[in-house]
Every structure is written in C-alpha cells, then in structure tokens.
C-alpha cells in the first residue's frame, strides 16, 4: 500500500478478525517510513496513517507502549522520527467502536408483532451508546434481541428517554415502520403522556407552558428556555398536592431534549431528585421523579390503534405516596 507519508505499509491480523467487525482481537499495522515522513512527530503521523482512530487515542496507545520503531518502544508521543525506520502500531478496538454490539439485556416487552416493539424501560438503563456508556444500553438489547435490528439506523430507536426516565416507548423492526413512526412523531400523531413528582405547589389546576428550549450558554450540559431556542409546548395538570410537593401529568407536544425537565424547572417546579435543574433528592427517590406513562398511537402498517400504559415503578410510586400524602 502506498501513503502519502509512508512508503509502505501492511496490516497483519487474524483472518477471522478481518471478517468480524466486532472481533476483539487486536490488530497491528506497520509501515516503512519514506522522506515525507521524515521528522514529524510520531503521534501527529500516527494520526495521519491510521485517521479513523483520534490522535489523544492514539497518545494513549503510545503511552501505554504499543508503538514500537525499529522494535523498539516510542517513550513519548513527541518522539520525531526518521526515513527509513520501521514503524509498527498495535490497535484494539475503542470503546465507540465496540458500542454498537449485541448484548442480552432484559427487556420489558408490553407489545410485539413483526414491524415494532413497545417497551417499559426502566430508570438507569441508556437508550444509546454515548460518551461514558459505550455498553450495555437499550441499543445493545436491542440487537441482541432480534437480528434484523442491525440493519436499522439506532437499531430502530424512534424517540428516547433520559437515563433516569422510566417508562414507555416504541422501537421500530423495520425500515417502513421506523419511517412511519418517525413521520408520525414529527406530525405529533403519537400521543405520549408522562406522570412527575415535582417540587411546590401550584395554585392552576392546569397550565401550557410554551417556550423555546436550547443549550444552556451558562452550562453547556443543560438545556434552558432560551430565545433563540426551538419552540416546545408541554400541557400540565396537577393530578394531586402535597404540603410541598405536586404530582403532574405532562403531555408533550414536541419533544426537545429534557424538555419536561427543564419546562417545569423554569416554571419553578422542578422534579423531585433532579439535582442537574434543581431538584432535590427527596423520599428516598435515587433519580428524577419522571415516568413515560401512557403512549398511544396508529399501528404504522395496519393502522389500528394500539395504547399503552404503565403504572409507576417501586420507586416513584413510593416516593409519590410520601409527597403527596395528606
């Protein structure tokens, strides 16, 4: 093979390997480096041969001694190296690319039939693969659980929940049904429905909070109402009052990134446990006070009408009891 920066260079890995995405095995590549290679940083040309994997990645690798020129090991990633020097590199996998792989996660299943999937998920468990959960998440379940969802974007995952958020959703298991549904949550065709402990008590029986939704300037790992922000409508009732708590049903009619979350905290009701918008931990409650609880919709095939709802799980419905206890 001929690189711009090297004159030549192979790949040596288990033929298995090479024929499994998904192997762990390691793999190692080395290239016989030409005069364009002369005198560049070894990490700065490790990123150049090997661009899928990001130089802080490949720093580490070098770190940890698995860069090797002329057989011996690279002591630091400013090592400037020579034409005619035999360059050797062992890689693994990262940990994103490991993320999209098959897992037996339990899933709650409360309706499946050829083209779809409803869902009861619990609090904890990610919906996708991201930074600081490359595993065991709803995705991994997912293509654990039937095959074809390897073939899907998200493995068919049309709308998510927040780790801590329990309740339900729908997944897609093929492509016209994941198409369907996407159209039909972008027209607001889908009806979903979440029960919330809150924090104060509100003097409306019921309320429209309207009001665009975008990152936070101040913290980057919020989300706030913000002006420039896309728009978000949530409809709240107060279904019961405590002395200092509410019990609310939130019915979304867009759906924004911790829209609910950060809807009621600008109202000054945030959730029960949601530190990240100031909620406080109360009742014992380990997480937000959130549960996705009805979900209803048109069958994207048949079109017949399919609901669903979930009562709140151990802890909500605990904590629920306490607050809101005359």
Same mark, same amino acid.
Request: proline share 5%.
């Given at each position: 093979m001929t690189h711009p920066t090297a004159a030549s260079a192979t790949v040596d890995r288990d033929d298995d390997a090479a024929a499994e995405p998904d192997a762990l095995e390691p793999e190692r590549r080395e290239w016989r480096l030409d005069a364009q290679a002369h005198g560049q940083r070894v990490d700065k040309l490790l990123a150049t041969l090997a661009p899928e994997f990001s130089r802080s990645h490949l720093q580490g690798v070098i770190a940890q001694g698995h860069v090797l020129l002329d057989g011996a090991a690279v002591a630091t990633v400013a090592r400037r190296v020579k034409a005619g020097q035999h360059l050797q590199v062992t890689l693994w996998p990262t940990a994103q690319a490991l993320a999209f792989r098959p897992e037996p996660i339990p899933l709650s299943i409360r309706?499946?039939?050829?083209?779809?999937? $409803?869902?009861?998920?619990?609090?904890?468990?990610?919906?996708?693969?991201?930074?600081?959960?490359?595993?065991g998440t709803l995705l991994n379940g997912l293509l654990a659980h039937h095959r074809d969802a390897a073939a899907l974007p998200r493995a068919g995952i049309v709308h998510r929940l927040d780790k801590d958020t329990s309740g339900l959703m729908v997944v897609a298991k093929t492509t016209p049904a994941m198409t369907a549904l996407v159209r039909a949550i972008a027209a607001r065709e889908v009806q979903r429905i979440y029960h919330a402990l809150a924090h104060g008590v509100p003097a409306w029986r019921e309320t429209t909070i309207e009001a665009p939704i975008g990152r936070d300037p101040q913290q980057r790992t919020r989300m706030a109402v913000v002006a420039g922000g896309k728009p978000a409508r949530t409809d709240v009732r107060c279904l019961a009052r405590g002395h200092d708590a509410c019990g609310l049903q939130c019915t979304l009619h867009?759906?924004?990134?911790?829209?609910?979350? $950060?809807h009621l905290a600008w109202r000054g009701h945030p959730l029960v446990g949601d530190a990240l918008y100031g909620g406080a931990g109360r009742w014992g409650l380990q997480r937000q006070g959130l549960h996705a609880h009805r979900l209803a919709?048109?069958?994207p095939i048949d079109r017949r009408a399919l609901a669903f709802e979930s009562p709140l799980p151990p802890d909500l419905r605990r904590a629920w009891q306490q607050g809101l206890s005359p």
């Open positions: 309706f499946e039939d050829e083209h779809l999937l $409803v869902l009861d998920k619990p609090a904890g468990l990610v919906v996708h693969p991201a930074a600081g959960h490359w595993s867009s759906g924004r990134t911790h829209q609910i979350r $950060v919709f048109a069958h």
